[in-house]
């Protein structure tokens, strides 16, 4: 059974930076790509960042330069650094396995102006 369990939001000044961790159980963890996702206010969820088995990494537009997606395949975790913080940034944050139903609950980060 995959569970994925995100830590690591809560609140901080624009500017600021906040470090996101998921931590998974399962043996589907390491073969498989893990992404953090987010959901916005009035916006459907979108992808952040992923990162592949491998190593390679994809970033949202809105994320590249002040995002950092990392995985170790060994603790079977995934983590998202991120610095310079908008508010909008502010959402509910998931790590999941893209085109799966494997979620975790989602961790609240609110930037404030």
């Known amino acids: 059974q995959v569970q994925l369990v995100e830590s690591g939001g809560g609140l901080v000044q624009a500017g600021g930076s906040l470090s996101l961790s998921c931590a998974a159980s399962g043996s589907i963890f390491r073969i498989n790509p893990l992404a953090w996702y987010r959901r916005t206010p009035g916006k459907q969820r979108e992808l952040v960042a992923l990162?592949?088995?491998?190593?390679?990494?994809y970033y949202a537009d809105s994320a590249k330069g002040r995002f950092t997606i990392s995985r170790d395949n060994d603790k079977n975790t995934v983590s998202l650094q991120m610095s310079s913080l908008k508010p909008e940034d502010t959402g509910v944050y998931y790590c999941g396995i893209p085109n799966s139903d494997y979620w975790g609950q989602g961790t609240q980060v609110t930037v404030s102006s």
């Open positions: 990162a592949n088995p491998a190593g390679s990494t």
